[in-house]
C-alpha cells in the first residue's frame, strides 16, 4: 500500500458526461501528480500540483482540469467525454517537486466512457 | 525531448531462470534520475528503485539487480531466479525536470510472463 488513496476505483459513463476523479496524497507529500495510462498511449503525464499551485503540465486536453485543495487533497475533472478517454488514471504524490523525489502511485481509476 | 525505450514488448521465461529487461534513455540533461516501477496483474505501480546519473555502480536488491551504464545510455534491469509473482508490467521512467515542477516520463513497459 502506497499510502495515496483513490476514489472511485471503476467508474462508467457515458459519452458527453462529465466525472471527477479524487486522490489524497500520502501523509507529508505536498505534490500531486496525475496520469493516465491508455493501450494506445501508454503512461502519460497530465499535470502537476505543488501545496495548491499548479507546476507543471502535459498533455491534458482542455476538456480535462484539475485542482489541489488546502488538505492537498486533488481532484481530476473530465468533461464533454468521448469514448477515447476511456482509460486507467492514476495519481501520484511525493514529497517535494524536483526530479529526484520518489513519485509514488495510488491504485487507480478506471474510467470507461459507453 | 526526453525518451524511454524499452524494447521489449514481451518476454516469456520458465520459473528459476533469469530474465533482463532493457532500458535506453535518451536526456540532454546532465542531472537526471531514472527509475522502474511494477504494474501487477492487480493494476498499481509499485516503485522499485531510484538511481541518479552520477552514481553508475550497480545496485542488487535480494533477486532484483539494476545494471547503469551512461556511455550506452542504458538502465537494465535482471531478476535471478524468476518467481510466478514477478509477472508483471515493468516500467522503465525518466525523470524530466520542468520549468517550476517535475514529471515522469515512461517507456511503453516490458510485459514479463513467468511459467511454472
Known amino acids: 500500500d502506497s499510502g495515496v488513496t483513490q476514489t472511485p476505483k471503476h467508474l462508467i459513463t457515458a459519452t458527453g458526461q462529465r466525472v471527477t476523479l479524487r486522490c489524497s496524497p500520502r501523509s507529508g507529500d505536498l505534490s500531486v501528480y496525475w496520469y493516465q495510462q491508455s493501450l494506445d498511449q501508454g503512461l502519460q503525464f497530465l499535470i502537476q500540483?505543488?501545496?495548491?499551485?499548479?507546476?507543471a503540465k502535459g498533455n491534458i486536453l482542455e476538456r480535462f482540469s484539475a485542482q489541489q485543495f488546502p488538505d492537498l487533497h486533488s481532484e481530476l475533472n473530465l468533461s464533454s467525454l468521448e469514448l477515447g478517454d476511456s482509460a486507467l488514471y492514476f495519481c501520484?504524490?511525493?514529497?517535494?517537486?524536483?526530479?529526484?523525489?520518489?513519485?509514488?502511485f495510488g491504485p487507480g481509476t478506471r474510467l470507461t466512457v459507453l | 525531448a526526453q525518451k524511454v525505450t524499452q524494447a521489449q514488448t514481451e518476454i516469456s521465461v520458465v520459473e528459476k531462470e533469469d530474465v533482463t529487461l532493457d532500458c535506453v534513455y535518451e536526456t540532454r540533461d546532465t542531472t537526471y534520475y531514472l527509475f522502474w516501477y511494477k504494474q501487477p496483474p492487480s493494476g498499481e505501480l509499485v516503485f522499485l528503485i531510484r538511481r541518479n546519473s552520477f552514481d553508475e555502480q550497480n545496485e542488487i536488491s535480494g533477486r532484483y539487480s539494476w545494471n547503469f551504464q551512461k556511455s550506452t545510455s542504458s538502465f537494465n534491469f535482471t531478476i535471478t531466479a524468476s518467481q510466478v509473482v514477478d509477472s508483471a508490467v515493468y516500467f522503465c521512467?525518466?525523470?524530466?525536470?520542468?520549468?517550476?515542477?517535475?514529471?515522469?516520463?515512461f517507456g511503453a513497459g516490458t510485459i514479463l510472463r513467468v511459467k511454472s
Open positions: 521512467a525518466l525523470s524530466g525536470q520542468m520549468e517550476y515542477g517535475n514529471k515522469l516520463v
Open positions: 500540483y505543488y501545496n495548491g499551485e499548479e507546476r
Open positions: 501520484a504524490s511525493s514529497v517535494g517537486t524536483t526530479r529526484n523525489n520518489e513519485q509514488f
